[in-house]
């Protein structure tokens, strides 16, 4: 398969798969989050997975979060356009009036 000369960058598909990336990694972190032990005893055991600590656990989690809060702006103002029309055509389907 050649690979096309005139392929430019495409900003909304990478928006899109930059908050799929931070989604999934949010997710994991959380539920990394959920299943480490509590303040104190993850200190004192020197509690760590997959090599991370669980201030790193933390950083992760809350970094990925902004990630993908901002990737899910330029998203949500990059199809703008399309969520509008698709509001008006379900919303006019919806309130149409029936003999």
Known sequence: MAIDSRATWN????????????????GVSGIVAYVMPEGRVAYWTDWSMIGLSKERWNDIHTMSGLLFVAAGTLHTIYNWRLLMDYMRRKGSAAFALKR
């Open 11 to 26: 900003m909304r598909a990478f928006t899109s798969l930059t908050a799929l990336a931070g989604f999934l990694i949010m």
